[in-house]
T-cell receptor, first 116, second 115 residues
Framework: AQKVTQAQTEISVVEKEDVTLDCVYE???????LFWYKQPPSGELVFLIR????DEQNEISGRYSWNFQKSTSSFNFTITASQVVDSAVYFC?????????????WGAGTKLIIKP | ETGVTQTPRHLVMGMTNKKSLKCEQH?????MYWYKQSAKKPLELMFV???????ENNSVPSRFSPECPNSSHLFLHLHTLQPEDSALYLC??????????????FGPGTRLTVL
C-alpha cells in the first residue's frame, strides 16, 4: 500500500537558517507523482511543486529546493535563508495509479516555525 | 476573483441546523474535490466530481450531501451534523479529469464548528 511519512512533526529555527523537511514515500508503482504543499495559518493549501518519478533532477526555485532520491524513496524540501513568512505546515503527497483510484496520499505534515 | 474561492470562511452551527458550503473555481478546471481536515489527522478526501459527475465518495456519512451543478461550482450541504464534524473543509480543483497526474489547487477553506 502507498504511504507518505513526514517524520518531523515540528521544526523550529531562527530566521536566516537553512532548514530541510523530510518526506519518505512507499509505492509499488513505477509511475507516480510527488507533491509539496504549504499551509499557512490562513488555511489555504498552496501548491509548491509536482515531480514525476522519471525526473530525478533536483529543482531550485528561489530559496526553495527539492532533492528527489528514488534510491531512498525520499523527496526532501530545503528552504535556504528562512524567513518568518515561511512559517507554515508543509505537506508532502504521493499520487499513483495503483490501488489509489487517483487519490492523493498525504503525509501528516511538518509544522515549521521560523523565529525572528 | 481568481483561483478557488470558498464561502463562508467561518461557520458555527447547531446540530439541528441545515447549512451549505460553497466552492467556486475560476481556473477552467474539470474536476473538483471536497476534503476534511481535522486536528491531528491526515487530510481526508470526501468527494470527487469529474465533469459534474461524482466519481468518488469515500464512505462519507449521508449528513454530508455534495452538489455539483457545473464544472465551476461545488456545494456541500450539511444537516444534523455532530460535534466531531467540526473541522476545516477544503475545496480543490484540478485541470483534467482527476487522474493521478493532476495537480490540485485549493481554496482557503471553511472553518466549521458544530455546537
Amino acid at each position: 500500500a502507498q504511504k507518505v511519512t513526514q517524520a518531523q512533526t515540528e521544526i523550529s529555527v531562527v530566521e536566516k537558517e537553512d532548514v530541510t523537511l523530510d518526506c519518505v514515500y512507499e509505492t509499488r508503482d513505477t509511475t507516480y507523482y510527488l507533491f509539496w504543499y504549504k499551509q499557512p495559518p490562513s488555511g489555504e493549501l498552496v501548491f509548491l511543486i509536482r515531480r514525476n518519478s522519471f525526473d530525478e533532477q533536483n529543482e531550485i526555485s528561489g530559496r526553495y529546493s527539492w532533492n528527489f532520491q528514488k534510491s531512498t524513496s525520499s523527496f526532501n524540501f530545503t528552504i535556504t535563508a528562512s524567513q518568518v513568512v515561511d512559517s507554515a505546515v508543509y505537506f508532502c503527497a504521493l499520487s499513483d495509479v495503483m490501488d489509489s483510484n487517483y487519490q492523493l496520499i498525504w503525509g501528516a505534515g511538518t509544522k515549521l516555525i521560523i523565529k525572528p | 476573483e481568481t483561483g478557488v474561492t470558498q464561502t463562508p470562511r467561518h461557520l458555527v452551527m447547531g446540530m439541528t441546523n441545515k447549512k451549505s458550503l460553497k466552492c467556486e473555481q475560476h481556473l477552467g478546471h474539470n474536476a473538483m474535490y471536497w476534503y476534511k481536515q481535522s486536528a491531528k489527522k491526515p487530510l481526508e478526501l470526501m468527494f470527487v466530481y469529474n465533469f459534474k459527475e461524482q466519481t468518488e465518495n469515500n464512505s462519507v456519512p449521508s449528513r454530508f450531501s455534495p452538489e455539483c451543478p457545473n464544472s465551476s461550482h461545488l456545494f456541500l450541504h450539511l444537516h444534523t451534523l455532530q460535534p466531531e464534524d467540526s473541522a476545516l473543509y477544503l475545496c480543490a480543483s484540478s485541470p483534467t479529469d482527476g487522474v493521478f497526474t493532476d495537480t490540485q489547487y485549493f481554496g482557503p477553506g471553511t472553518r466549521l464548528t458544530v455546537l
